[in-house]
Nanobody, 115 residues
Framework: VQLVESGGGLVQPGGSLRLSCAAS????????MGWYRQAPGKEREFVAR????????VYADSVKGRFTISRDNAKNTVYLQMNSLKPEDTAVYYC?????????WGKGTLVTVSS
């Protein structure tokens, strides 16, 4: 299993970014995919998840209404569209998959929100 995140960078408060996570090594469309983040000095926290069909999504309260998770099963890719970014969104963002009970993480992509 391999998860590779991309799309991070430096953005001003109020700006937008779209993260991508390319997955391989398992039947992507069958499994829930998630995004987590870890800010400096803090524990990793849940951001959003999406079921295999894409029909159901769940968000942390801190990002609800600003972030949108989506997936393209033809491309084995999950996305996180982040709008109205705040300095407190600064973190390394990780993609997560749990195929067949095994927990996998990508290496992460850094998002920095600063003026």
């Amino acid at each position: 299993v391999q998860l590779v995140e991309s799309g991070g960078g430096l953005v001003q408060p109020g700006g937008s970014l779209r993260l991508s996570c390319a997955a391989s090594g398992f039947t992507f469309s069958r499994y829930i995919m998630g995004w987590y983040r870890q800010a400096p000095g803090k524990e990793r926290e849940f951001v959003a998840r999406i079921i295999g069909s894409g029909a159901i999504t769940v968000y942390a309260d801190s990002v609800k209404g600003r972030f949108t998770i989506s997936r393209d099963n033809a491309k084995n890719t999950v996305y996180l569209q982040m709008n109205s970014l705040k300095p407190e969104d600064t973190a390394v963002y990780y993609c997560n998959a749990v195929p067949d009970g095994m927990n996998y993480w990508g290496k992460g992509t850094l998002v920095t929100v600063s003026s």
